[in-house]
């Protein structure tokens, strides 16, 4: 069925503007400069602003007009950096797993957890929590779905003035990541706007039935008819493999389901191998298998495992990129038809599918989403995450009342009955069949994650002292650049210097708007964070230079939500020369400068998601010495998950942790001193006070270690 025209009220969006060259070379100077030394940025600046680059890169510059020209003709609702950006993500090669995909983790339901739903008596047994939750999310995530699908979905806006563009939905639901076929250079995405079934996934075992009608209306219109589909798969696994063990007198793991989803965690052409011997013959199994799972219109993992009060961590990592538990101990069966290592492995890692979107739910209800990036970015997954978990609340509220405001569009259907014609409401099982080949490509796949998980850590900062309104109110800071700011306070207590540091700001203010590059650490962060080292400034210049920060963090900030920054430019020129005049023309010297080299090299990788739903958010470094940081700020607490592959991630935490804890020391103290007359007349009591005071952050920050001298130019 034809999407329906988006409606004709919706004003047209600006095109995303492309800078003015001049403005973006001199952005890009001042976004390097805190990071090199003097002698470093006057070579950058000499090679920047040489005629040969100048001219080279006017070139680059005025085809990249003519392209974005042309392009709004052909595809109005375009950006000149959407293709070169799809293609940055669909060239990419590496395992998709803790490189590109990030996950949300959504608060508890309050409402399910208050009931007793924790015993063996319970509706579901030991499922109750996991099927209740679940059913109440698919039922949220359809009528989303079906919003979309009928342009009923309330417009994006800022502050309810500036609409937003809402272009990325269309690629939310029924889009799935395909590896390169043989003679493809990269991989593609896929969308199927047709989609109306979900997969379920469920100790590997893969089940699928339809869950809308040909009008885009659910199903099932209410969520305990969810629930026994649901909890239907789960006795249809558990009674199919008790009768196989118990008929073959297999103790352990014998006939397991075959874990296919492995393979989205492979390499792109390692993936594009296994999937290209599937795909010669179309009317096989497999085939048909993989057809139903990539038009599906999201993944549903119901994973048979909890988590304990203090497991945050293991939790972060399970929704990130699953667990693996290889347990050595298992006995393993001369006669098994499975792989050794898949008979040893036990942890959530078999029951995903990463190149679609995911909602995740424990068998003790925590819930999130790990999605396929290429088509979406965060705001929007946000937006999906915090629609669903607020309409799944309310309907414990409708229950008691029908007054209950619906956030989704109340129309009701003009039919009083609902065609299931040829619709499978009932789960089917999805059965695989396997050969040397597969078995033991599943083999290295499981291998190969097991080793990729193995290599990470990831830990959970939820500080509740304080969060944006204290940040507001007392300390007179935007809370975003207050704790990008943090991040740099606590990085450089532990190394001693400033590194690259990404956070994107979101662009969809205009049409296809994706995202822009906010570098954070500027001269007045580098001024700001070594004060804190410096003995002798006192806290009120301290609060002078933060302040100065975080003002120009919200500058550029929004420079970049206005298009206006300078990463998206320069990669778009650099990819119009390797499309249009490589061979041809030489490449801009400023794309050979170690500048260049040090900006792309982001050591700290962070991004904000912050809203009342979620209860964390995160995804992996982006480089191997790096950082990942997603951090959620409410108005009383912030909640920051760290990631690295073994980079002292607990350390670094914890001193984001004393960052907060001193910098509203330091405001407490300041707040104590009368602040009439120049700071440079303090009394020698003041002086004193200070003095005992710096010296007390100094060892609370770095630990006990006595502090180091700075140079605060350099």
């Avoid at 309907?395 to 405001?405: C, D, E, Y």
């Amino acid at each position: 069925m034809a999407l329906k025209a988006q409606t004709q009220d919706v004003p047209a969006m600006k095109r995303l503007p492309i800078p003015p060259l001049k403005d973006t070379l001199q952005r890009f100077l001042d976004r390097v400069e805190p990071l090199q030394d003097a002698l470093q940025n006057e070579r950058t600046r000499s090679t920047v602003l040489s005629p040969t680059n100048l001219k080279l890169m006017e070139t680059l510059h005025n085809k990249l007009l003519e392209y974005d020209s042309q392009i709004a003709k052909e595809t109005p609702h375009s950006s000149y950096i959407e293709q070169f950006w799809y293609d940055s993500y669909l060239t990419y090669d590496a395992s998709v797993v803790l490189n590109v995909n990030p996950f949300f983790k959504l608060e508890d339901d309050p409402i399910i957890n208050n009931h007793t739903f924790h015993s063996e008596s319970a509706p579901y047994g030991e499922h109750t929590l996991q099927i209740k939750r679940c059913a109440k999310l698919v039922t949220s995530m359809l009528k989303f779905v079906k919003s979309i699908r009928c342009r009923t979905l309330k417009p994006d806006t800022i502050h309810g003035e500036i609409q937003l563009s809402m272009d990325q939905y269309d690629k939310l639901f029924g889009s799935s990541r395909i590896p390169p076929s043989t003679g493809q250079e990269s991989c593609h995405l896929q969308t199927d706007p047709t989609s109306h079934h979900v997969i379920i996934v469920y100790k590997s075992q893969f089940y699928w039935f339809d869950v809308l009608d040909i009008d885009n209306s659910p199903i099932f219109s209410t969520s305990v008819e969810l629930e026994w589909n649901l909890y239907s798969i789960i006795n249809d696994y558990e009674e199919a493999y008790k009768h196989h063990r118990r008929h073959h007198n297999h103790p352990q793991n014998d006939n397991k389901p075959f874990p296919f989803g492995l393979f989205t965690t492979e390499s792109r052409r390692s993936w594009a191998k296994v999937r290209d011997y599937i795909s010669k013959d179309p009317e096989s199994t497999n085939c048909r298998n993989l057809k139903l799972i990539e038009s599906a219109l999201f993944v549903i993992c119901l994973d048979d495992v909890s988590f304990e009060e203090g497991q945050e961590d293991e939790l972060v990592k399970s929704m990130l990129c699953g667990t693996s538990n290889v347990d050595l101990s298992s006995k393993l069966l001369h006669n098994s038809s499975m792989p050794i290592t898949l008979s040893l492995q036990h942890g959530t890692c078999l029951n995903r599918w990463y190149d679609k979107l995911q909602l995740i739910v424990t068998k003790d209800g925590k819930a999130g989403i790990n999605f396929e990036h290429t088509g979406v970015d965060g705001h929007t997954v946000l937006r999906l995450a915090s629609d669903i978990y607020t309409d799944s609340i309310l309907s414990f509220a409708r229950g008691v009342t029908p007054n209950v405001l619906d956030i989704f569009d109340d129309t009701k259907d003009s039919s009083l009955f609902k065609s299931t014609a040829n619709l499978i409401t009932i789960p089917r099982r999805l059965e695989w069949t396997v050969d040397n080949f597969l078995l033991s490509s599943l083999h290295f796949a499981e291998t190969r994650i097991s080793d990729l998980i193995s290599q990470y850590e990831f830990v959970t900062l939820n500080f509740g002292k304080y969060g944006a309104r204290h940040i507001k109110s007392v300390f007179k800071c935007s809370p975003d650049a207050f704790t990008q700011q943090i991040f740099q306070i606590a990085y450089y207590a532990l190394y001693g210097k400033l590194e690259t540091t990404y956070e994107p700001a979101m662009t969809k203010a205009f049409q296809n708007g994706r995202t822009e590059a906010i570098r954070t650490v500027t001269p007045q962060c580098k001024m700001f964070v070594k004060s804190l080292f410096d003995k002798t400034l006192t806290d009120r210049r301290r609060i002078e230079l933060l302040h100065q920060s975080c003002k120009e963090h919200s500058r550029i900030t929004k420079e970049c939500s206005m298009g206006l920054g300078q990463d998206r430019h320069l990669y778009a020129m650099y990819c119009v020369w390797n499309e249009w005049f490589k061979g041809i023309l030489p490449l801009p010297p400023l794309y050979h400068d170690n500048s260049w080299s040090i900006l792309n090299t982001n050591i700290l990788s962070t991004s904000n998601c912050g809203n009342p739903c979620l209860k964390s958010f995160g995804f992996g470094p982006v480089t191997a010495n790096g950082f990942g940081i997603g951090y959620v700020i409410r108005e009383e607490s912030i909640s920051i998950v760290v990631s690295s592959k073994h980079r002292q991630t607990h350390r670094f935490a914890s001193l984001m942790e004393k960052a907060l804890l001193v910098m509203d020391r330091i405001f407490q103290k300041e707040s104590r001193i009368p602040s009439d007359g120049p700071i440079s007349k303090q009394s020698p009591d003041e002086s004193a006070h200070h003095s005992q005071h710096q010296a007390e952050a100094l060892d609370f920050l770095l630990s006990g270690y006595g502090c180091f001298d700075v140079n605060v130019s350099g």
